[in-house]
């Protein structure tokens, strides 16, 4: 006598990225190891170490940097001011990348451009070095190169 034969339970659906394949990327808050991940998701597992960590709310717009400490990759909320490194605890100044200041050249008198935030900045044209931000006078120096 035959044996009914009950159907196999369907698989899963296997997993089907957006259409348009769209992926983000995150920092890993175990490991620090760069994470792609697919959009919608809400959180990451780290394959290295297992860590979840999660996504920020759609429409979070990120910028990252490396720490000045440790360097190591920092991912932060873009239009923060500074952010703390997770590893050595050094607070890192976060800047945009449009953010520039001008000072003149304490020698030649050349308007110079430079990062804001830099202590110094040294001209192109006489190779003398003007400090920033503190007292000017007394720690300029002009380089023999």
Known sequence: MPVPLA???TPPAPYTPPANGAQSQLV???CRNLLLYPVGATSV???VCNVVTAVPPPGT???QLVCGGCHTLLMYIRGATSVQCSCCHTVNLAL???QVAHVNCGNCRMLL???YG???VKCAVCNFVTA???STSTTEQKFNT
């Open 7 to 9: 159907p196999y339970p």
């Open 96 to 98: 945009e990348a449009n």
């Open 113 to 115: 451009m430079y990062q």
């Open 61 to 63: 717009e990120m910028a």
């Open 132 to 134: 920033v931000g503190a």
């Open 45 to 47: 597992c780290c394959a």
């Open 28 to 30: 890993c808050s175990g």
């Open 118 to 120: 830099a202590r110094s």
